[in-house]
């Protein structure tokens, strides 16, 4: 189990900007230059897993720094379910599976089996 309040402020700002990456931002925690000027749209979570990755953030994250990014991710989505999830953070389920599976990926975590939240279209559980 990862400490946060253990880390050094370096890892700790590193961390909490991989976290909101994943699931931070989608909770409504907006900065002015994070909307998309054309559209007004907020960026997708994909988007900003990716824009983590590009940076080359996600290669510094130790296992159990890896770790706690995932179970923030699913976390939110189990918590949530289906309808809340869209409700609170503008987001579809299929965006933040993506948003999983992308981070899963780009973490490399060989020790470890994504798991994965299965709803049907109508918000029932698989």
Same mark, same amino acid.
């Given at each position: 189990?990862?400490?946060?309040?253990?880390?050094?402020?370096?890892?700790?700002?590193? +961390?909490? %900007?991989?976290?909101?990456? /994943?699931?931070?931002?989608v909770l409504k925690m907006y900065e002015p230059n994070e909307?998309?000027?054309r559209s007004r749209n907020h960026i997708p979570v994909w988007r900003r897993i990716h824009d983590a990755i590009r940076d080359d953030a996600l290669?510094? +994250?130790? %296992?159990?720094?890896?770790? /706690?990014?995932?179970d923030a991710l699913h976390g939110t989505q189990y918590a949530l379910g289906p309808t809340e999830l869209h409700t609170v953070t503008g987001y579809t389920l299929r965006e933040y599976a993506s948003?999983?599976?992308?981070?899963?990926?780009? +973490?490399?975590?060989?020790?470890?089996?994504y798991d994965l939240v299965l709803w049907s279209e109508e918000g029932e559980w698989l």
């Open positions: 189990m990862l400490d946060i309040d253990a880390l050094a402020e370096p890892r700790k700002r590193l +961390l909490i %900007g991989v976290l909101r990456s /994943a699931m931070g931002v909307f998309d000027a290669s510094t +994250l130790t %296992g159990d720094e890896a770790e /706690a990014c995932l948003a999983g599976l992308l981070l899963f990926s780009a +973490l490399k975590m060989p020790f470890r089996t």
